[in-house]
Each structure stands twice: as structure tokens, then as C-alpha cells.
Nanobody
Framework: QVQLVESGGGSVQAGGSLRLSCAAS????????LGWFRQAPGKERKVVAA????????YYTDSVKGRFTISLDSTKNTLYLQMDSLKPEDTAMYFC????????????????WGQGTQVTVSS
């Protein structure tokens, strides 16, 4: 049974940094997409960053390029999202997600989801 548990959200002023963590367990296959999504109130959930564990470059949505970094510590089965130069528009609930069977990690059709962690950026 796949489990994804996020942590590290909080409140920060604009220009600050946060690091989100996602503890992952229960995977059957090694190659998979792991992604971070966010959803602001009244808006749809969108992919922020994603990686394919089988190799290749990470995907970032345009609005976070150069500010956010996705990484995976395979020894700890933990996915991270380092968020720097945060802006008020980054305020949202952030979700960790995973899927097998596809290397199209920017495609938002993921099978497994964490419960989310709130990020609030004040101006």
C-alpha cells in the first residue's frame, strides 16, 4: 500500500524559503513519477515540479523555474521541494503524488496522493 506523507509547510514572508518533505513507502516498482502539486483556494490543482526516478531532467512549471528545486533521497525514500524566493502567489496547499506506468511526469494524472501541507506566503 503506497503511502505519501508531507511535512514542512508553514508561514513565511515573501522572499523567504521553505523545504517540503514527502516520506514515501509501499512502492512495488522502482521506476515511477514523483511530483509536487499545489492548489490555491478556488483554483484547480496543478503540477509544480516532478521527476522520473528512471532518469531524465526534472519538470518545473514556468512560474517556479529558478526558485524551486525538486529532489529525491532514495536512501530515505523521501522527496523534497526546496522553495526559495517565495512569493505571495505561491500560497497554496501542496501535495506530494506518485504514479507508475508513465514517464510523462508533467501529466497531472497521478494515482497516489498525500494529505497535503499548507504553505502561506505573506507580502
Amino acid at each position: 500500500q503506497v503511502q505519501l506523507v508531507e511535512s514542512g509547510g508553514g508561514s513565511v514572508q515573501a522572499g523567504g524559503s521553505l523545504r517540503l518533505s514527502c516520506a514515501a513507502s509501499g512502492f512495488t516498482y522502482t521506476s515511477k513519477c514523483l511530483g509536487w502539486f499545489r492548489q490555491a483556494p478556488g483554483k484547480e490543482r496543478k503540477v509544480v515540479a516532478a521527476i522520473y526516478t528512471g532518469g531524465g531532467s526534472p519538470y518545473y512549471t514556468d512560474s517556479v523555474k529558478g526558485r524551486f528545486t525538486i529532489s529525491l533521497d532514495s536512501t530515505k525514500n523521501t522527496l523534497y521541494l526546496q522553495m526559495d524566493s517565495l512569493k505571495p502567489e505561491d500560497t497554496a496547499m501542496y501535495f506530494c503524488a506518485a504514479k507508475y506506468g508513465s514517464y510523462l511526469c508533467a501529466n497531472p494524472a497521478y494515482n497516489y496522493w498525500g494529505q497535503g501541507t499548507q504553505v502561506t506566503v505573506s507580502s
